[in-house]
């Protein structure tokens, strides 16, 4: 875990709201002028902190409005049948993330689909690619909180 200091974190809750400020804008807000801030912020890239700089959509608007999450069970753990799960995950863009977890439930999967049968298409695609014991689901009524900003605590 690498440590950052006060004028990191600033910086980098400020790049997870908003990525494409200017150099000059970021540097002002943190305190530093415009190339002391371009050298942090390349830093954090090498380091490998700032991963990559992203437009988020909004799911409504290009015609994503269901999340789901998906309950997998299964009966093979075999390293094959693991390769052949990631890889199946991977290659299905609905899918936003896939978990490997503790206690009863082996995997979670977070999709996004249109609607019902968006998530039964990929319901089918899914189980005609893997081998799966059981699948449940659940369906978001209402996104309460759904962020991809990092809490930067000292």
């Known amino acids: 875990m690498k440590t950052f200091d006060t004028i990191d974190r ?3 809750a400020i790049l997870q709201r908003q990525a494409d400020l200017p150099l000059e804008d970021l540097g002002a807000q943190v ?5 002391a801030v371009w050298r942090r912020v390349k830093m954090l890239e090498a ?5 990559a700089r992203v437009a988020l959509l ?3 608007t290009v015609g994503l409005g269901l999340t789901v999450f998906m309950l997998i069970r299964t009966d093979r753990h075999a390293p094959d049948w693991l390769d052949q799960f990631a890889r199946a995950t991977r290659d299905m ?4 993330g896939a978990y490997r977890m503790t206690g009863d439930l082996d995997y979670l999967i977070r999709a996004r689909v249109a609607d019902v049968k968006g998530y ?5 695609d899914l189980v005609a690619r893997v081998d799966l014991a059981d699948v449940s689901a659940s369906f978001v009524m209402e996104e309460i909180k759904e962020t991809t900003e990092l809490p930067m605590l000292p």
């Open 93 to 96: 863009p609905q899918i936003l």
């Open 31 to 35: 305190g530093l002028s415009r190339n």
């Open 120 to 124: 039964d298409r990929l319901y089918q």
């Open 47 to 51: 380091a490998g902190v700032i991963r």
């Open 58 to 60: 909004d799911p409504e």
């Open 10 to 12: 600033k910086i980098l």
